[in-house]
C-alpha cells in the first residue's frame, strides 16, 4: 500500500515539493530558535505560552473530530460514511503528528521530552494528554490502515480491529477533555477556570474539524477520482451547523457568567479579547473577525438552500475554520494570560520565525496528510476502476 | 531443534521492549525509596518554613528604594539582570498593593499604602499548583519542611508551572542567564537556557545553618523566617500578635508568606 505515494501526477508532486520547501523554512527556523533558546518569540515571563501552545490546543480539536465520522458510520450503521472513514481517521493522524510537534517546538529543553516518560507523574494533566494524544495516533494509524488494507482486498477487517474502532470513539472525547484539563484546573487563571471548557472544545472541535473535512472531500473531487458523495457532504454540514451552533451558545454563557456577576476576575478577560484593557487591544480585531465569521457561518448553514449550495456552504466551512482556529489558536490560550498574576497587562506577538515555525509545522502535517490521502485516493481510485 | 524464525525473534524483541517500557511505570507504584541522606549537624530544620513580612519596618526603617534583599538574592544564586521585561528572571521583586493584592485596594485606600511597594516572592504554598502540574516532578513540595523546590537539570521548559502559578513567583530561561550574571557567585550552579527557576526559601543556605539570604540582608529586620510548626519561634509569635494578610488566599493555595501591613 505504502509505494502509492511515490506514484501520482505532477500535481502532486508539486504540491508536495512546495510543502517540503515550507517545512525547510520552518525547520531552519527551529535550529534559529534552538541555539539562541525561547528568546527569539514572542513569548515572555507574563505570556509565556504562545502560538504554539494555542495551535496544539486547535489540533487536538481537529484530530478529535475524526470521531464525527467514525461514530454514525460504526455505531448507527450510517453507510453513507463509510466511504469517508479513512479520511476522516488520516486527518487525525496528521493533526495529531502536528499536535506532539507544537509541544516539542514549545519546550525550553527539548532534548529532555523524554523525561515525561522517564519520570510519569499521574497529578499532572500534561502526562495524561502525552497518554491520550499518543494513544490516539497509534489507534488511528493501526485502524485506518487495517481498514483500508481489508478494503483493498474486499474482505472484513479483521475481528481484532473492531474493538479499537469502538475503542477510538470515546477516546477522541478523551483527547479533547483532557487538553480542556490542561487549563480548566488552573487556579487564578479566570479565562481558562471555567466548568464548561471541555464541551465548548468539543463542540468547536466537532465544527471545526468537519468543516475542514467538507473542504477536503470537495478539493478531492476536483482534483482525483474520489467523490465522497453529495449526501456524505450534506450530513457533514448538518454535524458542522448543530456544532457551531452550539459553539456560539457556550461561548454566549461565558459572557453571561462573567458579566452578570460582575466579578472583575471574570471580565477581565473577556474584556480583554473584545474592547482591550487598559488601552492594550492587540488581539480584539481578531476576536470580532472570528465573531463576525462564525455568525456569518452560522446565518448559511441555517439557511438550507444555502448549506445545500456548494459554493455558500465552501464559504461557511471556511469562515467556521477560520473563525474557530482564531477563537482556540490565537486568542484562548494568549488571553488566559491577561492581565498577569499581579494585574498588569503585558501583550504578546509573536516573532517572524516563531510564525515560521509555526507554518512550517502545519506544512509538515499537510505533507503527512498528503501522502495518507494519497495512499487511500489511489486504492479508492483502482478499486472503482 | 527450536524455531528460530524471524518472526519468533521479533516476538521476543518486543515483549522484551515492551517489559522495558513498562519499567518506569513499575518503578512509579514501588514503594517510595526514603533518602539516604541525613542533614548535616548544623543545618536548620523546621518542619513548614515560612516568612513575615513586615511592610511597615520595612517602608519606616528601610531606605528610600532600599533593594538589599533582591540585591543579596540575587548576588546569592546568580540571578541574571537581562534588562528587559520579557526575558527578566525574577526571585523577589517589588510590587505596588493593587499588583501584589489584586482586588482588595479601593480608592480609599490610605495614599501610604497604595503607592508604597510590597516585596513579593515564592510563597511556598502549602498546596502549590505549580507542582501538581509539572509532568517531570522537576518541581515539588519538599516533605520534611515544606520548600517548594526546583530541580533545573530535570525541568524540560515546558512552563506549565508558570501557567499554573497564580502569584507570577517562576521565571524561564529564555535565554542563557550567564552573560547577564555581573558578579557570579561559584558557590552556587548557574541555570541553562530553557528551564524554569523562582525562589527556594534558600534551601542551599538551610542545609548550612544558615537562614535566607533576603531575611539575613534586610536591616530593617522586616523580613523573618520561621518554622510554622514551632509555637515558640519568631514567626508564630509575630502571627499571633498582629494582624496578617496573604496573597489569594481565596485560592486555596495556603500560602506560607504573611504579610503585617
Known amino acids: 500500500m505504502l509505494e502509492r505515494v511515490f506514484t501520482g501526477s505532477e500535481k502532486y508532486y508539486k504540491l508536495l515539493m512546495s510543502l517540503l520547501a515550507v517545512v525547510a523554512v520552518g525547520f531552519g527556523c527551529y535550529l534559529y530558535q534552538l541555539t539562541h533558546g525561547l528568546t527569539v518569540t514572542g513569548m515572555s515571563r507574563d505570556v509565556s505560552w504562545g502560538l504554539y501552545i494555542a495551535q496544539f490546543t486547535f489540533l487536538v480539536g481537529v484530530a478529535a473530530s475524526a470521531v464525527m465520522v467514525v461514530l454514525p458510520y460504526y455505531l448507527h450503521h450510517y453507510k453513507t460514511f463509510g466511504r469517508i472513514t479513512i479520511l476522516g481517521e488520516f486527518l487525525a493522524v496528521s493533526a495529531v503528528t502536528m499536535c506532539l510537534l507544537f509541544i516539542i517546538v514549545d519546550l525550553g529543553q527539548p532534548q529532555r521530552a523524554l523525561n515525561v516518560l522517564l519520570h510519569p507523574t499521574p497529578n499532572s494533566v500534561l502526562f495524561w494528554d502525552m497518554i491520550v494524544l499518543n494513544g490516539y495516533l497509534f489507534i488511528n494509524i493501526i485502524v485506518g490502515w487495517n481498514v483500508l488494507a481489508a478494503e483493498r482486498k474486499g474482505v472484513m477487517v479483521q475481528s481484532w480491529v473492531k474493538p479499537l474502532i469502538y475503542l477510538s470513539i470515546p477516546w477522541a472525547v478523551s483527547i479533547h477533555t483532557v487538553t480542556a484539563f490542561l487549563y480548566a484546573g488552573l487556579p487564578g487563571r479566570h479565562s481558562w477556570l471555567t466548568a464548561i471548557l471541555a464541551a465548548r472544545f468539543l463542540a468547536s472541535a466537532f465544527a471545526a474539524g468537519p468543516s475542514l473535512l467538507i473542504l477536503l472531500c470537495l478539493f478531492l473531487r476536483k482534483h482525483t477520482k474520489f467523490d465522497a458523495g453529495k449526501e456524505a457532504i450534506q450530513k457533514l454540514a448538518t454535524i458542522v451547523t448543530y456544532a457551531m451552533l452550539i459553539s456560539i451558545f457556550f461561548v454566549l454563557l461565558e459572557v453571561f457568567t462573567a458579566f452578570y456577576s460582575n466579578i472583575p476576575g471574570h471580565m477581565h478577560g473577556l474584556k480583554y479579547i473584545f474592547f482591550g484593557l487598559e488601552g492594550h487591544a492587540r488581539l480584539t480585531p481578531w476576536m470580532w473577525a472570528a465573531t463576525v465569521m462564525a455568525f456569518g457561518a452560522a446565518f448559511i448553514l441555517l439557511n438550507p438552500g444555502m448549506r445545500e449550495n456548494e459554493m455558500t456552504l465552501k464559504i461557511a466551512c471556511t469562515c467556521v475554520f477560520l473563525s474557530l482556529w482564531i477563537e482556540k489558536g490565537i486568542i484562548f490560550v494568549i488571553s488566559g494570560f491577561v492581565p498577569t498574576p499581579t494585574e498588569h497587562v503585558v501583550e504578546y506577538y509573536p516573532s517572524i520565525p516563531e510564525l515560521c515555525i509555526v507554518v512550517g509545522v502545519w506544512a509538515l502535517g499537510f505533507f503527512i496528510l498528503s501522502l495518507l490521502y494519497k495512499i487511500a485516493i489511489s486504492i479508492k481510485e483502482e478499486l472503482a476502476a | ?261
Open chain 2, 1 to 261: 531443534m527450536e524455531d528460530r524464525s524471524r518472526r519468533s525473534f521479533l516476538k521476543i524483541g518486543g515483549a522484551c521492549a515492551l517489559g522495558l517500557s513498562a519499567l518506569p511505570a513499575i518503578k512509579v507504584s514501588a514503594a517510595d525509596v526514603q533518602s539516604v541522606f541525613s542533614p548535616a549537624p548544623n543545618a536548620l530544620t523546621g518542619k513548614k518554613w515560612a516568612m513575615v513580612i513586615d511592610m511597615k519596618k520595612c517602608w519606616e526603617k528601610g531606605k528610600e528604594g532600599c533593594k538589599d534583599c533582591s540585591q543579596a538574592c540575587n548576588h546569592v544564586h546568580n540571578v541574571p539582570d537581562i534588562g528587559n521585561p520579557k526575558d527578566e528572571i525574577k526571585w523577589i521583586w517589588p510590587e505596588h498593593f493593587a499588583n501584589a493584592f489584586p482586588g482588595q485596594e479601593s480608592e480609599y485606600t490610605p495614599e501610604e499604602i497604595a503607592s508604597k511597594e510590597f516585596i513579593i516572592l515564592c510563597n511556598h504554598c502549602t498546596n502549590p499548583p505549580c507542582t501538581r502540574v509539572c509532568p517531570t516532578q522537576a518541581t515539588w513540595k519538599r516533605k520534611e519542611d515544606g520548600v517548594v523546590m526546583m530541580d533545573p537539570h530535570r525541568c524540560i521548559g515546558c512552563r506549565y508551572c508558570m501557567a499554573a502559578c497564580p502569584f507570577g513567583s517562576r521565571s524561564f530561561n529564555f535565554r542563557d542567564p550567564k552573560p547577564f550574571v555581573k558578579d557570579p557567585n561559584p558557590k552556587y550552579p548557574a541555570r541553562m537556557r530553557g528551564v524554569v527557576e523562582k525562589c527556594t526559601f534558600c534551601e542551599e543556605r538551610l542545609a548550612k545553618g544558615q537562614i535566607p539570604a533576603c531575611v539575613e540582608a534586610c536591616k530593617a529586620k522586616a523580613l523573618v523566617f520561621g518554622d510554622l510548626d514551632d509555637p515558640k519561634s519568631e514567626v508564630r509569635k509575630l502571627l499571633h500578635s498582629n494582624y496578617t494578610i496573604r496573597r489569594k488566599p481565596e485560592l486555596g493555595t495556603e500560602p506560607n508568606v504573611y504579610y503585617i501591613i
